[in-house]
């Protein structure tokens, strides 16, 4: 996809949901044709969403419905990977997917970029 075509998606995407992508994660976003695999210092392997996974996974499993200030970017088994998208705040967060809504947020690292180092 083409970035004008990509910014396009996410700028409909963000006005459906009214949220906002922090510029890291929106360059790393803009940067990724593929979906991008990481492995944690602990061992754990986090899959980070492509732009068209990412609009479909939070769609799909409702995450603004249970979690409207937050966006689903990734996933390792049965927890979630997600950024605040109403404050720009560029922390990425992780949950249990089975806990949305019952349980805060948890820090996993303070950016797009710390989780990828």
Known sequence: M???????????FKTTH???FPERYTRFLIAQCD???ITTPEGDVIYLYAHGDLLERNDTYA????????LL?????????FIHGKSG?????????GA?????????????D???A
Do not use: C
């Open 89 to 97: 705040n560029e922390t990425i967060y992780r949950q249990d997917l």
């Open 63 to 70: 995450i603004q419905q249970v979690e409207p200030e937050f």
């Open 2 to 12: 083409n970035n004008s075509l990509l910014q396009t998606t996410l700028d409909a």
């Open 35 to 37: 979906a991008t695999e």
């Open 73 to 81: 970017i990734g996933q390792d088994g049965d927890v979630g990977y």
């Open 18 to 20: 009214h949220l906002t």
């Open 100 to 112: 949305l809504g019952a349980l805060p947020m948890e820090p996993a690292a303070e950016s797009i």
């Open 114 to 116: 710390q989780l990828l």
